[in-house]
Every structure is written in structure tokens, then in C-alpha cells.
């Protein structure tokens, strides 16, 4: 992964932690001192409703503006300091996908890619929230990332979504030009006590992609329930652990 700045948190599937992850994750990263972005890809908007930012122009009017060739400035688009080290671009248009056709986002491809990639000499590190589908909107962000994060949970299903995001990300990966990784497989709420997960664990670790588990803890949701982060809510917490784990393993610094 040397060199990887941008990352899109995707899963086709919905309820499997995107959202929590690119909050927990993000916040983490920026609490050891790293400059850290969030982009809401999400219509939703609920990275943005969690951390209460919508000062500023949002997703829908970057793409909007950089679909019609408008110049686009980061200032007008990103709060900064949501959290210490920690800015946000926002999403506050829930009706994004009724005003925008699929043809406007796929002109914004390439004008969004140059735009997010401008901000890496800002940012040690850029996280995009994605919503559940694999629309152009998706695309735009895989297309845009140098590596994307699977959130998944140990249940069949996750297999045949796994398979189809890997597609995704290949496909994407072929029309930019570039080289997209997938940096890791992040299980959400994993619980030891359940017998199939170790069944689960040989059957993910066949993708031969870095694996991460975050145990599922009341903390995660009250967190979320609070607008706190999980560092704020539950430092101490098991799941503060596997998430400090996949910050000091996944994502190291680079000179």
C-alpha cells in the first residue's frame, strides 16, 4: 500500500458499518496527529449529520460544479475542524440521485478525481464515505481512491457481496488507468462465541487480502447515538483496540 492517500469505504450491501468505520477510523487517525479529510459520498448525509457540519457547499454541488466545468475551490466546499486534524466535506442533498443523472456524475469522473487528488499535499490521508450501491455515484469515488475498505460481517451473504465489490473494484480500477487496491476486508461486529465465524475467517482469508475484525460493542452504537466518537465515548474500549490496531498496521505515515 506505499503511496495510498485516498481511500473509499464501499460495500454494495447496506447495515454493515460504512459510516461508523470512516467515523471511527477518520477520528482515530486524526487523534494520533495525522491531517485527515472525510468526503460524505453518501446522499444520506449521515457522516455529516454525526459530526453537525453543513456550513458549506456540499457533494452534490462539487459534482454539480465540476460536471459543468465550473472552478471549484476546496474552501468552499470543506469544513475544517470538525474534530482536531479532522475536515469534512459534506453531503446535505438527499435527492441527489433525482437531480443529477448518471450521465452528469460520469462527466465529473476525471474533474473529481483531479480534484481529490489535489488535496493529498493538504491531507496525510482522505476518506470517502460511499452509500449501499454500485451506481456511477460509487464509481466516481472508487475511481477517485488509490485503495478502498470493505466493511462486511460473517454471514453468507457477505460472500457473494464480496465478490461483487472485488468486480467493482477491478472494473474501476481498468477505466481510470490506475491501480486500485483493496487495503483490507473490515468485519464490523465480530463475536468470538459464535461458532461459524471461525468457519467464516478460513473462508475470507481464501481472498488473500489483509484482514481486520472489530468486536461488537455497545460502545460503537452509543457512540453513534451521542454524535461522540468511539475515542471520546470508549478509548478503552475492545473496539478501540481493533481500531487502533488497523490504524498503527494499515496505515503508516509515509516521508
Excluded at 22 to 38: E, F
Excluded at 159 to 181: N, P, Q, R, W
Excluded at 195 to 206: A, D, G, K, M
Aim: net charge positive; hydrophobic share 35%.
Amino acid at each position: 500500500m506505499t503511496g495510498a492517500k485516498i481511500f473509499t469505504v464501499a460495500n454494495q450491501k447496506g447495515g454493515v458499518g460504512k459510516t461508523s468505520s470512516v467515523i471511527q477510523l477518520a477520528s482515530g487517525l486524526a487523534r494520533r496527529g495525522d491531517k485527515v479529510l472525510m468526503v460524505d459520498g453518501d446522499p444520506q448525509g449521515n457522516l455529516t449529520l454525526f459530526f453537525g457540519s453543513r456550513d458549506k457547499l456540499d457533494f452534490s454541488r462539487l459534482l454539480a460544479d465540476l460536471a459543468s466545468g465550473s472552478p471549484a475551490k476546496a474552501e468552499a466546499y470543506v469544513n475544517s475542524r470538525v474534530r482536531k486534524n479532522l475536515d469534512l466535506l459534506p453531503a446535505g442533498n438527499k435527492r441527489l440521485r433525482l437531480e443529477m443523472r448518471d450521465t452528469e456524475v460520469e462527466r465529473a469522473y476525471g474533474p473529481f478525481a483531479d480534484f481529490i487528488g489535489s488535496l493529498t499535499s493538504r491531507y496525510d490521508w482522505i476518506i470517502m464515505d460511499s452509500s449501499p450501491s454500485n451506481s456511477p455515484l460509487e464509481r466516481l469515488l472508487i475511481r477517485a481512491s488509490d485503495a478502498v475498505i470493505i466493511p462486511l460481517e460473517f454471514q453468507l451473504f457477505s460472500v457473494s457481496g464480496l465478490e461483487s465489490i472485488l468486480e467493482e473494484v477491478k472494473s474501476c480500477s481498468a477505466e481510470a488507468g490506475k491501480e486500485i487496491h483493496v487495503h483490507s476486508l473490515l468485519f464490523t461486529k465480530a463475536e468470538n462465541r459464535l461458532h461459524r465465524v471461525q468457519t467464516y475467517r478460513e473462508l475470507f482469508s481464501s481472498f488473500h487480502i489483509p484482514v481486520y475484525e472489530i468486536c461488537k460493542s455497545e460502545y460503537i452504537s452509543r457512540s453513534l447515538e451521542k454524535s461522540r466518537t468511539i475515542w471520546e465515548c470508549g478509548p478503552s474500549s475492545y473496539a478501540a483496540r481493533d481500531y487502533r490496531t488497523l490504524i498503527d498496521k494499515g496505515f503508516q505515515v509515509r516521508p
